[in-house]
């Protein structure tokens, strides 16, 4: 099953991979910038590694080096591909996005995040406004 969804860019680009999705607010701070792991204990992704993945979760959270951080990560070559967003932006996140040069799209409402799967191959248009969702294991 393939769909599309129209999205808000936040920051544009082309960009697509495999899907790594949070229902939760993210902070890119539960991510060790020298191997692109979740190594937060008791969080629910732990052991994930977010490298070359299209991080999708509701909204950002975290303090105000959040920006910092996710340059961080593209500079170690441990960043995520793209970005999609729910309704709520963390503007933090978005100065991150800008500074990696990583695409990031918003403007998903939760009925709509819920669509996304672990492992659904994803191509973000940030360019044109839409997202590509191809669903894991299933025929285009």
Not at 32 to 54: R, S, T, Y
Not at 110 to 118: A, F, G, P, S, V
Request: include cysteine; glycine fraction near 10%.
């Amino acid at each position: 099953m393939k769909f599309s969804l129209k999205v808000q860019v936040a920051h544009k680009g082309v960009a697509e991979g495999s899907a790594l999705v949070y229902r939760k607010p993210f902070p890119f701070s539960d991510i060790n910038p020298e191997n692109g792991l979740i190594d937060v204990p008791e969080h629910e992704l732990k052991g994930a590694n977010i490298c070359d993945k299209v991080l999708v979760y509701p909204c950002g959270c975290g303090a105000s080096t959040e920006d910092w951080g996710l340059y961080i990560l593209k500079k170690a070559g441990h960043a995520p591909k793209a970005i999609i967003n729910g309704r709520r932006i963390f503007y933090i996140h978005i100065t991150g996005a800008m500074l990696a040069d990583i695409p990031m799209v918003y403007g998903l409402d939760q009925n709509c995040l819920n669509l996304i799967r672990d492992g659904d191959h994803i191509k973000v248009d940030a360019e044109k406004g839409f997202i590509e969702v191809n669903r894991k294991g299933q025929p285009e």
